[in-house]
């Protein structure tokens, strides 16, 4: 939802002029984004994986890394990544999402096989 809403629409790369309204409703868009839809995901998640086998480890599933997990943190260095110039920072951080920043950093050698 985040590249349809945000990143594609008149996105540099079709031809459009990248102009600051171009820029402005690009930070709007995922302003809009990060308040209707990532606040009810970082919710979901962050209760989740408390309630998960590990009790806050960053894992899904017990103390093993699974697909969610890796899914998860390709989805925040994503948002993080591709922010807007202009946009409010993603409300994600250590601080404010601490079981979802373990996801993010998650250990390769704990990869369930």
């Known amino acids: 939802m985040y590249h349809y809403k945000v990143l594609l629409p008149n996105w540099p790369?079709?031809?459009?002029?990248?102009s600051s309204d171009t820029?402005?409703?690009?930070?709007?868009?995922?302003?809009?984004v990060y308040e209707a839809c990532l606040s009810n995901f970082v919710d979901i998640n962050e209760e989740r994986l408390q309630a998960s086998g590990g009790g806050g480890n960053g894992h899904y599933m017990g103390d093993k890394?699974?697909?969610a997990d890796i899914r998860v943190a390709m989805l925040?260095?994503?948002?993080?990544?591709?922010?807007?110039?202009?946009?409010?920072?993603?409300?994600?951080?250590?601080?404010?999402?601490?079981?979802?920043?373990?996801?993010?950093?998650?250990d390769p050698r704990t990869w369930m096989p």
């Open 65 to 67: 890394t699974s697909l």
């Open 23 to 32: 820029r402005q409703r690009r930070a709007g868009g995922a302003n809009q």
């Open 13 to 18: 790369s079709t031809g459009a002029k990248d």
């Open 76 to 106: 925040i260095d994503r948002l993080m990544l591709l922010r807007p110039k202009g946009a409010s920072p993603v409300p994600l951080s250590e601080d404010r999402t601490p079981n979802l920043w373990r996801t993010r950093e998650w």
